[in-house]
């Protein structure tokens, strides 16, 4: 970081902020930079997941956390309830800067969609058509959720077709990934009872798929 053109600014997200924070902070001092800081969570209570809230390891973990955050020019986080937890134990002002996506982000073109489900469709049994007649054959370009009109060449939205659901994961213990687990086994069981609910895919990073 030394060898680098002096920033006017140095941006660090934590965690990972062990030794990081501390680094930056240094490099922002030889610098002369202004040093900030975006919360996602805290490292501390990750290693806690394993160690135990009283492990000496998270303790000082989360002593560092705290003194070096407080030793930052500024602070942003992504919620409110983050804010508050940051100047309530921590003593650290933040700003709150709400995720949105960018202008340019649309929805995917319906002919796009259908290449994607097609491609799926080979490797994935949840995007194949689900109910094939002897009249319509595979090679008429159908998926579980789109099919392109033999005639006009038009992609459409197949009838019937099931919900989608996509979630990204990063797979970590401090993730409580089953709270939609949950929901699904609840999805399932008002199918159960009779309710009238559209079959669901549900598509999970980490070549993980249920179908409903």
């Given amino acids: 970081m030394l060898r680098m053109d ?8 934590n965690p990972p902020g062990l030794p990081s924070i501390a680094v930056a902070w240094v490099a922002c001092l030889f610098w002369r930079s202004k040093l900030i800081i975006d919360w996602h969570n ?3 209570t990750i290693m806690s997941l394993n160690h135990g809230r009283n492990h ?15 030793l930052s020019d500024c602070n942003l986080c992504v919620t409110d309830a983050m804010k508050e937890d940051l100047w309530v134990n921590c003593n650290i002002k933040a700003v709150t800067l709400y995720d949105r996506p960018a202008s340019y982000f649309k929805e995917t073109p319906l002919e796009v969609q259908h290449q994607l ?6 490797d994935y049994e949840p995007f194949k058509p689900q109910h094939v007649t002897e009249s319509v054959s595979w090679n008429a370009e159908r998926s579980a959720f789109t099919e392109r009109d033999e005639k006009s060449g038009a992609v459409m939205k197949s009838r019937g077709r ?3 659901l ?8 401090d993730e ?13 069981q008002y199918i159960s009872e009779g309710v009238k609910l559209p079959a669901l895919v549900c598509v999970i990073t980490g070549n993980a798929f249920f179908v409903l």
């Fill in 6 to 13: 002096p920033p006017s600014y140095v941006l660090l997200q």
């Fill in 42 to 44: 805290y490292g501390y």
């Fill in 56 to 70: 000496p390891l998270v303790l000082i973990a989360k002593w560092y956390e705290k003194l070096f955050g407080r």
């Fill in 117 to 122: 489900y097609m491609k799926l469709a080979k």
């Fill in 162 to 164: 099931p919900a989608l």
């Fill in 166 to 173: 996509i979630s990204s994961t990063s797979w970590t213990e």
């Fill in 176 to 188: 409580d990934f089953s709270v939609l687990l949950k929901a699904l086994e609840d999805y399932e």
